[in-house]
C-alpha cells in the first residue's frame, strides 16, 4: 500500500495560480479514487477535489467550482491540481490521499480514504 507524496506548495499573490503534484509509487490505477484535502489553521479539514479512476469522473467543493481543476497523468503516476484565481482563503495544508473503495456520495469525506501523503503547504498572500 503505498502513500502519496505531494509537491508544489508555495507563496503565492492573491489573483495567481500554482499546480500541485501527488506522487504514487506505482500505478494510479490500483486505486478506485484519489482526493486532495485541505486544512486552514484553527479550522476543519476539507475536501477539496476528487478524481475516479475507473470513470475519470471529477468531484469539487462549491468553493472551488471553476478555479480548481484535477486530473490524472498515468504515464508519470501522477494527480495534478491546478488552482486559478487564488485567494487568501485558499491558504492551508493541502493533502492527497488515495481510497481502495469509493462511494461518490462521500468523496469528500476523510475517512473514506485510505493512505495519506504528509501535505504540502500552499500561502495565498500579497
Known amino acids: 500500500q503505498g502513500q502519496p507524496v505531494e509537491s508544489g506548495g508555495a507563496l503565492v499573490q492573491p489573483g495567481g495560480s500554482l499546480t500541485l503534484s501527488c506522487a504514487a509509487s506505482?500505478?494510479?490505477?490500483?486505486?478506485?479514487?484519489i482526493g486532495w484535502f485541505r486544512q486552514a489553521p484553527g479550522k476543519e479539514r476539507e475536501g477539496v477535489s476528487c478524481?475516479?479512476?475507473?470513470?475519470?469522473?471529477?468531484y469539487y467543493a462549491d468553493s472551488v467550482k471553476g478555479r480548481f481543476t484535477i486530473s490524472r497523468d498515468t504515464a508519470s503516476n501522477t494527480v495534478l491540481l491546478r488552482m486559478n484565481s487564488l485567494s487568501t482563503e485558499d491558504t492551508g495544508v493541502y493533502s492527497c490521499?488515495?481510497?481502495?473503495?469509493?462511494?461518490?456520495?462521500?468523496?469528500?469525506?476523510?475517512?473514506?480514504?485510505?493512505?495519506w501523503g504528509q501535505g504540502t503547504q500552499v500561502t495565498v498572500s500579497a
Open positions: 490521499a488515495f481510497a481502495y473503495n469509493f462511494w461518490a456520495k462521500a468523496w469528500d469525506r476523510a475517512h473514506m480514504y485510505d493512505s
Open positions: 506505482g500505478s494510479t490505477s490500483r486505486y478506485y479514487a
Open positions: 478524481i475516479s479512476v475507473s470513470d475519470g469522473h471529477t
